[in-house]
């Protein structure tokens, strides 16, 4: 941790980001909440660990979706734990009919709508709605102290709605799900690839890339690219496409300003914001 990272009340990591799991920590540095837990109860408490929070100190799961990817550790992970899970009413009971969270304890639920903002350990967070096939499906604009987070995961497009919620954060987590071509080319079998680049399906490189190449502004501080594909998609692939936006609208990142993909199975360590 430099100096200046030490000025930041307010922290981002991510645990996992794709298909085989999503999970992030958003907060402070001794207390906070989980945004999805798409992987094991057991790997949710090693990463923790290794930014030295213990789950006693986890206030509230957000959900964005019911997709297995985003709640697959819920049904263990609360058994041990009992937090708080927030999510639109849809998805809670996507939750409860899914065969590994059917038994998730309703207790723990609160429902929450979209564009009503709430607040969790001094947090506001307002949950806005996404284009996707996931029940419920949201993303989440978080503030604290002024400090500013938008997470914008698993979108078939960019609507007024999301992009306006994007437009006010200094930190950005967005999808960056495929490149069109691996994807054309791919073995996946049609009707999938519909779903993955329909308008209730993932947001490709390039959507995404020239969203952000538009809005960019030297007080963004973090663009972090998540979600992204196993098969459609590399990391570098997915940065290439930035920098060939950010070329293509003659715009220069600030120096001050960090571009990177979320890795896939490992953790971030904190990120400052």
Excluded: W
Aim: contains cysteine; negative net charge.
């Amino acid at each position: 941790m430099d100096l200046f990272s030490c000025l930041s009340p307010f922290v981002f990591s991510s645990f996992a980001s794709g298909s085989s799991g999503n999970c992030y920590y958003v907060g402070k540095q001794d207390e906070g909440l989980l945004v999805d837990v798409g992987i094991n109860a057991l790997q949710i408490t090693k990463a923790l660990t290794k930014v030295d929070i213990p789950m006693s100190r986890i206030r509230a799961i957000l959900i964005t979706h019911d997709h297995i990817d985003h709640v697959k550790g819920l049904e263990v992970l609360t058994k041990s734990y009992p937090i708080p899970i927030y999510a639109h009413s849809d998805c809670l009971q996507g939750i409860l009919d899914g065969k590994v969270t059917k038994l998730v304890d309703p207790e723990l639920f609160h429902e929450i709508e979209p564009m009503q903002p709430f607040e969790i350990c001094g947090i506001t967070i307002e949950p806005f709605p996404v284009m996707h096939d996931g029940r419920g499906a949201m993303g989440y604009h978080f503030n604290y102290e002024g400090h500013t987070l938008t997470i914008a995961t698993d979108i078939g497009m960019l609507d007024k709605v999301v992009k306006e919620q994007i437009k006010r954060a200094d930190n950005i987590v967005i999808e960056a799900n495929y490149d069109k071509e691996m994807l054309e080319k791919g073995n996946y079998p049609f009707i999938l690839k519909q779903r993955i680049s329909g308008p209730f399906g993932h947001l490709s490189n390039d959507e995404s890339a020239r969203f952000v190449a538009e809005v960019y502004h030297p007080g963004i501080k973090n663009i972090m690219l998540c979600h992204l594909s196993e098969n459609n998609n590399t990391p570098e692939q997915a940065m290439q496409c930035i920098y060939k936006h950010f070329r293509m609208k003659h715009v220069h990142p600030d120096v001050n300003t960090s571009i990177f993909p979320l890795p896939r199975h490992r953790g971030t360590g904190f990120i400052y914001l």
